[in-house]
């Protein structure tokens, strides 16, 4: 599994930068390749909300400074993991900065999991950064939470806190399908499932959900019309194959049937039905309306409120 740990202390030798040793070492010695930024002493610029990066080159930001070197690792990660110490109850300036530029690319290709580090003085300051690392990364992202790890005062590098992290790392497995959100389909009694892909447009349309849309069996799809959401050009595919879900140019489509006469369509795929519920699908009335909506394969939501300083 491909890690990116941001560290956003700027203390290269502090209790922060400890946390994120014992986790990397953890997790090295179980095979998994980590990559750790120093986000404090790279040159990273706070968002110019532009809107380059949707409008006119998608998923590219106009500012050209040391995001360029953390974009394309970032889209190879399977996991990040936030570090940082607790300013005014939240995440420091410049791990801020390098989370507000995520903006541009949207959603990181291969992004499942995360985990939080923080190390604090007082054990009562954490909400702010858990209510970021919630919000913006569990729910937005729809990231498998893989822990929340907090140090205040004398456990900041205590031999205890080190080794909870290093088995921590240790332990982490790489993403499979078990963990791969899915759509829920329904259409009267009829409900199948279609596990999601790691396209712009599919983690988009999670953020969308629920929603309900109509349309006609037109012989090799059920077409319905959906406002445009986000998606790259670069990822839609040629033809399809049956079974396989579209939404773009303003449609959700079911493309149950035609694979073979496919080939002159370029079609935004996002999830899949295999063959038995594609069956279902194609034996529904002429006319329907489906009601779309979210299963993912966790809870989301640990139990923050367990940690002192998050209500």
């Given at each position: 599994m491909n890690i990116v740990i941001f560290n956003g202390s700027p203390r290269p030798?502090?209790?922060?930068?400890?946390?994120?040793?014992?986790?990397?070492?953890?997790?090295?010695?179980?095979?998994?390749?980590?990559?750790?930024?120093?986000?404090?002493?790279m040159h990273v610029a706070g968002c110019l909300a532009c809107?380059?990066?949707?409008?006119?080159?998608?998923?590219?930001?106009?500012?050209?400074?040391?995001?360029?070197?953390?974009?394309?690792?970032?889209?190879?990660?399977?996991?990040l993991v936030l570090a940082s110490p607790v300013y005014y109850h939240g995440l420091s300036g410049q791990l801020k900065c390098v989370i507000d530029?995520?903006?541009?690319?949207?959603?990181?290709?291969?992004?499942?999991?995360?985990?939080?580090?923080?190390?604090?003085?007082?054990?009562?300051?954490?909400?702010?950064?858990?209510?970021?690392?919630?919000?913006?990364?569990?729910?937005w992202l729809h990231l498998e939470d893989m822990g929340v790890f907090v140090a205040a005062g004398d456990e900041n590098k205590s031999p205890q806190l080190l080794d909870r992290l290093r088995a921590a790392g240790a332990a982490l497995v790489d993403p499979d399908d078990h963990n791969v959100a899915r759509l829920v389909i329904r259409a009267g009694d009829v409900e199948v499932r279609a596990p999601?892909?790691?396209?712009?447009?599919?983690?988009?349309?999670?953020?969308?959900?629920?929603?309900?849309?109509?349309?006609?069996?037109?012989g090799v799809d059920y077409?319905?019309?959906?406002?445009?959401?986000?998606f790259d050009e670069a990822e839609k595919q040629q033809?399809?194959?049956?079974?396989?879900?579209?939404?773009?140019?303003?449609?959700f489509a079911l493309l149950h049937s035609g694979q073979e006469q496919s080939q002159d369509y370029r079609v935004m795929v996002v999830a899949h039905l295999n063959e038995a519920a594609n069956a279902?699908?194609?034996?529904?009335?002429?006319?329907?309306?489906?009601?779309?909506?979210?299963?993912?394969?966790?809870?989301?939501?640990?139990?923050?409120?367990?940690?002192?300083?998050?209500?």
């Open positions: 030798h502090g209790n922060t930068a400890a946390m994120v040793n014992a986790y990397r070492e953890g997790a090295e010695s179980t095979g998994h390749h980590v990559t750790v930024f120093d986000v404090c002493r809107e380059y990066c949707h409008t006119k080159e998608q998923r590219t930001c106009i500012q050209k400074d040391d995001m360029q070197k953390i974009y394309p690792v970032l889209d190879e990660a399977d996991m530029r995520i903006y541009a690319p949207g959603y990181p290709r291969h992004l499942r999991k995360s985990a939080l580090l923080l190390s604090s003085g007082s054990k009562d300051v954490y909400g702010g950064a858990i209510y970021t690392y919630r919000h913006s990364f569990l729910e999601l892909n790691q396209t712009q447009a599919a983690r988009d349309l999670m953020n969308r959900l629920p929603l309900t849309v109509s349309g006609v069996d037109s077409c319905c019309g959906l406002k445009e959401g986000t033809g399809w194959s049956n079974g396989d879900v579209s939404v773009s140019d303003g449609w279902q699908v194609k034996a529904l009335p002429q006319q329907v309306t489906f009601e779309l909506s979210l299963e993912e394969p966790y809870v989301s939501a640990r139990d923050f409120e367990s940690l002192e300083g998050w209500s």
